[in-house]
C-alpha cells in the first residue's frame, strides 16, 4: 500500500490522464448506447439503418452515463494509489455502464469469452443486452463486479458496508442513486458508519449520485437547498465533496481531486486507528456528484428536452422505424464518442483507452472480492456434539434451546474471528444467545458509557434496530466470500421479505453461472416466534416468513423446525456448512423439553422426519392414527396428547411422527428433499386420519403434500391468527392445537371407538374451560400445563402416569 | 383559533400551570406502573404485598414516563392555543402510558365504562393490562386515540403525515423514538416534509424521544455529537428545539417553551401560505427531547443503574416472588408518585389533576381523526359504467386496462379533492393512470423546474422512491377516515409486506370493538405485473404478494384479478366503496384483450367466478376438459388455447371458467365469498381433468381448493420463478403457461382422444420450438402471436379461423 499522501492540487489531471480518463468514458458510453440501440453495425463502419436497431429498445440511458463517470475515474485512482476496490452499483438499472466498463477492462471477455475484442464480439455485445437468450438489463449476477442485484432499489449501500467488515484493505465504492436515497433501506443505511472499524474493517466510499430525476418526478435530495444537503450528510457522519457540472473537462478534474482526497482521508483515518488512536468521531468522506441526467445524450428529443431531464430516464429515442429523424439523431449522438477513435480496424478498443483499467484482480471487474466463492474458507467449528444436552429418557429435562445454541455459536465466533458474524436487531441477548458475550462484543464506533454492555469498537455481532441493515449487512458479508447468521423475532422477518426475494433470486441466477463460485448459505435463526409471543402480542405473532420462502426455487430453500436443542445444534451445524441456500430455522427460546439424544437428533436431522417410537403404541404395526408435527410448541403438544391418548384410550394405535426438514413433506418431483411417495405413505399410511400441528399456518402443509395418497385424511392445526397478550397454553387454545384439542381431533377422526371416546371427549372439552378459565382468573398457564413432561422413565418401557389433573 | 401569538419567555409555565402538568404526570406514571405491576390494592391504601402483584410481569416502563411526559404537556397546549391536535406513539411499546393518559382525560371510560373512576375500576384498569381476557401491552386499537399500532416499530412518521394531509387544521404529534430512528422506514419518513402543503394540509410536530437506549444497546442518534443530530435534522429540513434534562420542574419549563415556539412556528408557515405567499422552502419545527430511561423509576437496581439504562427497558424490578426487596422497592416508587394526593378517598382522580385535560372531542384520545370512521364520508363517485370499453364480440379488440381505470380516478379525484388521494412510488403515469393529471398535479413542496411535470404545492398524487411511505402515508390517510389507492409495481409490493400484516391486524381487531367506526379499505392496484416484466427481467417478477395476503383474516382480506378493461373498472368502483377491507386488485397495464361488454362485466365480476359459454364449446353439458384462468395474461392464453382446440379438435368439449374474485375459489367455510361446494362443483366437474392458467404461484391455487371434490384432477400452470429479460411470449412459455403448452396439458389428460390429437400434441411442441427459435432470433415475439385474437366474428355463432401459423 502508497504511504500517506497530502492533498494537493497536484492531484488533479494531467492533460494526458484528462485524456485518458475522458477516452474510456467517452468508450464506456458508446458501447452502452451501442447495447441499448444495436442489432448490428456495431463500428458504424456503415450509415445507421432501422435493420441495425433492436426491435424492442430496453435499457435505462439515464444514469448510465454517470455510472460510467465514476468507474473510468476509481480505474484511475486504483493505479494511482494501489488501492484493492469494488463497485457497487445502487442504481442498478444503469446495466449497460458495468457491461461496458467491465468489457473495456478485459474482465467480460474472460468470463464470457464470445464476447471478444473486435468487431464480432461487439456484435455478440450489444445484441444480447435485454435480449431474448441474452443478459438482463439491470446489474444483476451476470455482471462482473457486482455484488448487488440491480433491479429493486434500497440496499446498495447496506451491501457496500457488510462487504467492508473484516476487510480490511478494501474500499468499497457505492454509487447511490438519488432515487434509490428516498427508499427506507438507503436512508437507515447512512447510519452504518457509526458500525465500522476503521482498525479491522475496509472502508465504504458513498458517491452520492444526483442526477435530479427519477422516472417520472424530481428527487427530494436534488431539490433541497445545497446547505441543507450538505447538513443531512455531515448528520450521517460524513465529509462530503461535492462535485458537480456538465462540462466533461471540468468535472473530470475535480472528480479527480475529490476521489484523491476521499481516498487520502480514508487512509489518515484508517492509519490512526491501526496505529491504536482511537479516534473521537471519524468523519468518513464521501462525494456528491451532481450531473445531468442523461449527461451527454441527446439536449432535446422532439423539442421537449432530454438531458437533463426524466424523459432520458430510459431510452430517449423511441419508435426509431416511423420516426427516421430519430434515426439519425441516434446515428449523431453514437458518432459524438467519436468510435474512431476508440476502436481500431478489428474493432478491438484501442490499447490507449484500455489503459486506463488496474491489472489482473484489481480489475473492479475481476476483484475476487465481488465473487466472494473465489475467497471462501470454511468455518473452523467447533465439534456440535459438545454441546449437547443430556439426556436419559425423553421428555424429562427442558433446555431454552437457542441458549444452547449459544453455546456452539460462542465458539464458532472465537475461531473465526476474521469471516463469521451475527446479525441481529438488538435481540441477541433477548434471543438467548447471550453467551456468544463470553468472547466477543457488541461492534459499535460512536461514543460509549459505563452503562453499555459488551459494546466496543471491534466484535463479532453487529445489532442495529433495523432489519433491513442486518439483512443487507450479511448479505454484503456473504457475497465476499464470508459466513453468518442473523436472529431475528419470527414476526418481524417479514421486514426483509422483499430482500430475502432478490437475495433468493441471486442465488438461483448465480448456480446458472459457472464463473460464480457458490458462497455460504444465509441463515435466518427466527426465535421469540409466534407460539411465544403471549406476552407481546397479536402483532408479533406472524409465522409467515415460510411460506414466502417456499414459493422460491427449490434448489434454493431450506427450513427446518428443529423441536428440541439437540436438534436445534444440529441443524445449525448443517447450515453453517452449507453453500448456495436459504436456510430459515424457526426455534423457541424459552424452556421446552428435549425429546433426543445427541446421536439420535443427528440421525432425526439426517433424515428430516421420522416416527418417535417412544412417543407411539403403534409397536410399528398400522396405526389408527398418525399424530404428525413440525416445530418445538406442536411437538410439545403433540407428544402430550399422544400420553393422554395412552392413557385414557389405550386402544387406540397412536404413531407420532415428527418433521425437522419441512421440505421433507413436499414432492420428490418438486424439491430435492422430497420424500420419495412410498417413504412418505409408510410414514403417514396410505388411509389412516392424520392430525398435524403444524408451527406456522396450517394450509402450507396442505400446499406441501397436497399430492400425497392420504392428503384427503390430513387435518391440519397452527396459527390462524388468533392472539392477543395472554398466557403460552392459552395461545395454543385460542388456534385449537392444544393437546385437549388434538384428542378432540383424534376422536373425531378415528372411526368405531365407542362410548368410552365420547366421554373422554368430553373431558376434554372440559378441561380446556377449565384452563382458559383459570388462565382469565389468575393471569397465568395452569401449573399442570406448564409443567407437564411426558412422564416416561424410560423409552424402553414407556408408561405415562395419568395426567394430572384429568378426572378419573 | 386563536390569533398568531409571537413566542416570548411568558409561555413559561405559571407555578400553578407547572403544579397542574407535572401533577399530571406523577398520576399517569403511577398508573403505568400500576398496570404493569397491580393486580390488586390499586391505591395502594395498604402495605403492598405479594398477592398485589400479577403472577407474570408484562410491559415496557422504559419508554413510557416520556410519554405521559409529552401527553401532559400537550393537553396544556391544546388549551393554551385551542389546538386540534392528535398523539402518534411511536415508542408504542410503552402502551400503558397512552391508556393511562386516556383514563385521566377521561376518554377510556366512556369507552369502557367499567374502567371507572373509583377504586373498582382503577383494579380493572391495572389489572387487565397485559392480562389474559384484557388489553394488549402496546398501543394499539384497542387504545383510544391511537392510529398507530406499536408492535412492530418504524411507521408513526409516515402515519403522522398520512393523518396530516387535507387535515389543514389538525396537528399530529408525533413521538419518535430513537431505537424507532433506527429503521428504514422512519429514516425515510423524515423526508415528508416535502410534501406538505401548508396551505391545505395539517401539521406534523415530530418529537423525537432520545431516552438513549433500546433493549440491551444504546442508540445510535442519542450518540452521536449533538451539533451532528442538529445537522442531520436541519438536512432533514426541520428546525429543532433541544429539550434535554432529568429534573423534572427544569424540564417541564423547556418543554412548555419549546411546544409553544413550535405551536406559534407552525401558525405563522401557515398563514403565510393560507394568505397565498409561496414560502420558498419552510423549515418545519420539531423537539428532541433528552431524557434519562425510565424517568422517576428505581436509580438502581442489584446495585447496577436502572434510571437512565437499558435495563429499565421493561419490568426494571422483577421476580418479586423471591426477592422481597424488589417489592419493597416497587412501592417505595408507587408511592413516590404521592398517590394520595392523586386520588380522592373514592380512588376517583381529583378534580385539579384532571382539570389539565382539553373538554370532549379535543381530547386527543377522543379526537375523531383517530377513529377516521367517524368522519368518513362516501365519495362522489362517477358512474364507472360511463368509461366502458365498447365491444361488439368479445376478444376482437384490446384496451390498456389501467389505462381506462385512470379516466375513472381522474374523475373520483376531481369529485373529491378534500378526501382521495392516490400513492405510488413514482410510477403513475408508468402505469398508466397518466389521466389523473388532467385534473391534478403531484404534490411537492419543494423547489420546481420547467423541466417539470405536473408537480404542485397541491395535488391528489403523492409519488416518492419509498413504498414504504406510500403504503404508511395511505394507511393514515385511511385511518383518519379518507379514502385512496397505492399503485405500485407488483413485484416490489413486498417491500411492504410486514406493513400490511400490521394493517390487517390492525383492521382484524378493530372488527371486534364496537367504538371503532369502519374506515375505508386499504386498496392496492398491482399492475406492471409478473407477465409483463419480461422487459425489466427476473428481478421484477415476483406475483407473491398474494400468497401472503391470504394468510391473514378471511373477513379482512380480498384478492381481484379481473381480466380486461371493464372488468377492472367493476372491480375498482366496488373496491372504492367497501369498507374495512384490504382490496388487493392485479390488472395489467399493456394492451390487452376486451372479452366483456360492461353489463356482462359487472355480472361477472358480482359472482367473481363464471363459465365463459362463448369461449366454451360445451353447449351447458358436461365438458371433457375445463380451461379455469384467473388474471388477464392466463385469459389470454386459456381462451387462445380454447380456440386451438376448437379448430384442431372440436370433438373435445371444452368449458372456460373465468376466476376474478380469488377467494371464490375457497372453501365457503374458511372465505365469506367461498362458494358452496354444489357451485364449485357445477363449474369445475366431479371428476373432469382441470387445467387451470393462475396468474401467480401455481400452488396457492392448490392451497385454496384442496377440499374441493374435483381437487386430485386440479393442475395448474402459473409463474415458477421462471424468467430473464426477454418478451412477453416468452415469459409464458418458460413457465409452460402458453397457449400451445395448455393445449398439450389438455390431450395429456383428457383420455381417449386418440391419434389425432398425437398429432396435434406434436403440432404444439414444434409451435413452441418454433416461437422459442424466432424470439431468440429476432429479439421479438412473432407477430401472430402478438396480435393474436379471438377470431369469433360474434360471439352467437364462433367460427375460429386456422390459428395462423400453425400447420394443417
Redesign the interface.
Known amino acids: 500500500m502508497n504511504e500517506f499522501e497530502p492533498s494537493s492540487p497536484s492531484a488533479a489531471l494531467t492533460d494526458e490522464e484528462l485524456r485518458r480518463v475522458d477516452g474510456w468514458w467517452r468508450a464506456a458510453n458508446y458501447l452502452s448506447v451501442g447495447q441499448i440501440y444495436l ?1 448490428d453495425n456495431p463500428l458504424l463502419r456503415e450509415p445507421l439503418r432501422i435493420e441495425h436497431i ?3 429498445l ?1 435499457g435505462h440511458w439515464g444514469t448510465t452515463p454517470g455510472l460510467n463517470f465514476v468507474y473510468a475515474h476509481l480505474n484511475r485512482a486504483i493505479k494511482r494509489h494501489d488501492l484493492d476496490a469494488i463497485y457497487v452499483t445502487g442504481p442498478g438499472h444503469g446495466g449497460p455502464a458495468l457491461v461496458a466498463s467491465t468489457y473495456l477492462e478485459g474482465t467480460y471477455s474472460e468470463v464470457y469469452p464470445h464476447i471478444s475484442h473486435d468487431e464480432e464480439g461487439l456484435r455478440h455485445l450489444f ?1 444480447q443486452f ?9 446489474v ?1 449476477p451476470e455482471t462482473p463486479g457486482s455484488i448487488n ?6 440496499y446498495s449501500l447496506i451491501h457496500a458496508y457488510g462487504a467492508a467488515f473484516d476487510n480490511p484493505d478494501l474500499l468499497v465504492c457505492c454509487v447511490v442513486g438519488d ?2 436515497a ?10 452504518a458508519n ?1 458500525f465500522v472499524d476503521p482498525a479491522r474493517d475496509g472502508a465504504v466510499l458513498p458517491v452520492l449520485h444526483l442526477n435530479g ?8 435530495l436534488a ?3 445545497r446547505d ?10 460524513h465529509r462530503p465533496w461535492f462535485v458537480e457540472g456538465s462540462e466533461p473537462s471540468d468535472v473530470h478534474q475535480t472528480m479527480a481531486t475529490a476521489l484523491d482526497e476521499a481516498v487520502c482521508e480514508i487512509r489518515r483515518i484508517q492509519a490512526e486507528a491501526r496505529a491504536g488512536h482511537e479516534a473521537a ?1 471519524v468523519r468518513w468522506p464521501m462525494i456528491v456528484l451532481v450531473t445531468p441526467k442523461g449527461w451527454t445524450g441527446p439536449k432535446e428529443v422532439d423539442g421537449r ?1 432530454a438531458e ?3 424523459r432520458s430516464h430510459q431510452v430517449p429515442l423511441a419508435d426509431l422505424a416511423k420516426r427516421p429523424e430519430h434515426l439519425a439523431q441516434l446515428e449523431d449522438w453514437l458518432r459524438s464518442y467519436k468510435p474512431e477513435e476508440l476502436f481500431d480496424e478489428s474493432g478491438a478498443v484501442r490499447p490507449e483507452i484500455t489503459a486506463l483499467a488496474p491489472e489482473g484482480d484489481r480489475r473492479m471487474g475481476a476483484n475476487p472480492h465481488a465473487n466472494g466463492g473465489l475467497l471462501l474458507r470454511d468455518l473452523d467449528r467447533p465439534d456440535f456434539r459438545d454441546y449437547a444436552v443430556d439426556l436419559k429418557a425423553p421428555a424429562t429435562t427442558s433446555s431454552e434451546a437457542t441458549r444452547v445454541l449459544g453455546g456452539f455459536l460462542r465458539d464458532v465466533v472465537a475461531s473465526n474471528d476474521d469471516r463469521f458474524r451475527i446479525f441481529g436487531p ?5 434471543n438467548r444467545l447471550g453467551a456468544v458475550f463470553e468472547t466477543t462484543d ?1 461492534q ?1 464506533n ?4 459505563v ?3 459488551h ?1 466496543a469498537p471491534s466484535g463479532r455481532v453487529v ?7 442486518c439483512e443487507g449487512w450479511l448479505e454484503g458479508y456473504l457475497l465476499t466470500g464470508r459466513h453468518g447468521i442473523f436472529n431475528c423475532y419470527e ?2 422477518i ?2 426483509v ?2 430482500m430475502f ?2 437475495h433468493a ?1 441471486w442465488l ?2 448465480t448456480r446458472e453461472i459457472p464463473w460464480r463460485r457458490p458462497i455460504a448459505s444465509l441463515n435466518y435463526l427466527l426465535t421469540s416466534h409466534v407460539w411465544r409471543q403471549d ?6 405473532q ?1 409465522p ?1 416468513f415460510i ?2 420462502v417456499v ?3 427449490a434448489e434454493i430453500i431450506r427450513v427446518y423446525l428443529p423441536p428440541d436443542a439437540n436438534c436445534l445444534l444440529s441443524v445449525a451445524d448443517h447450515c453453517l456448512r452449507s453453500r448456495n441456500y436459504v436456510n430459515v430455522i424457526v426455534a423457541g427460546k424459552q424452556p421446552s423439553l428435549n425429546y433426543l439424544t445427541m446421536d439420535e437428533a443427528i440421525a432425526h436431522c439426517t433424515r428430516g422426519i421420522g416416527t418417535w417410537e417412544w412417543a407411539s403404541n403403534d409397536g410399528g404395526q398400522a396405526p389408527d392414527v398418525v399424530l404428525a408435527c413440525a416445530g418445538d410448541i406442536p411437538t410439545l403438544e403433540t407428544v402430550s396428547a399422544a400420553a393422554i391418548l395412552r392413557d385414557v384410550l389405550p386402544d387406540v394405535k397412536v404413531r407420532v411422527v415428527n418433521v425437522v426438514d419441512l421440505m421433507r413433506l413436499q414432492d420428490a418431483r418438486e424439491h430435492p428433499h422430497g420424500l420419495p411417495d412410498a417413504e412418505f405413505d409408510a410414514l403417514f399410511t396410505a388411509d389412516r386420519p392424520v392430525i398435524f400441528a403444524y408451527h406456522g ?1 396450517p ?2 402443509i ?2 406441501l403434500t ?1 399430492r400425497r395418497t392420504n ?1 384427503p385424511n390430513l387435518h391440519v392445526r397452527g396459527y390462524k ?1 388468533e392472539g ?4 403460552p397454553f ?1 395461545m395454543v387454545m385460542l388456534n385449537d392445537m392444544d393437546r385437549f384439542h388434538l384428542v378432540i381431533d383424534v376422536i373425531d377422526r378415528v372411526p368405531g371407538l365407542g362410548a368410552r371416546a365420547a366421554h373422554v371427549r368430553q373431558q376434554m372439552a372440559d378441561e380446556r374451560l377449565r384452563h382458559r378459565a383459570y ?2 382468573d ?3 398457564d395452569m401449573p399442570d400445563v406448564r409443567d407437564w413432561t411426558w412422564p416416561a422413565e424410560d423409552r424402553a418401557a414407556p408408561e405415562p402416569e395419568p395426567v394430572r389433573g384429568l378426572p378419573g
Not at 463 to 469: M, N, P, Y
Request: glycine share 12%.
Open positions: 442489432l433492436k426491435p424492442r430496453l445484441r435485454s435480449f431474448p437468450g441474452g443478459i438482463p438489463s439491470h444483476a442485484e440491480g433491479g429493486e432499489l434500497g432515487g434509490e428516498e427508499t427506507g433501506p438507503l436512508a437507515a443505511g447512512w447510519q457509526k430525476y427519477k422516472i417520472a418526478n424530481p428527487t427530494v431539490r433541497i437547498p441543507e444537503l450538505r447538513a443531512l450528510l455531515e448528520g450521517f457522519g468521531r428536452p437533463g431531464s426524466f438488538d435481540e441477541t441477548v433477548s457488541r459499535w460512536a461514543p460509549r458509557l452503562t453499555d454492555d459494546l445489532e442495529v434496530l433495523s432489519e433491513h441493515l414476526a418481524f417479514h421486514i421479505d422483499a426475494n432478490q433470486k438461483k441466477v406476552h407481546n402480542g397479536f402483532s408479533h406472524d409467515g411460506d414466502h414459493n422460491k426455487k399456518y394450509w402450507l396442505h400446499r397436497y392428503h391468527e392477543t397478550t395472554t398466557t392459552d388462565t382469565r389468575v393471569g397465568d
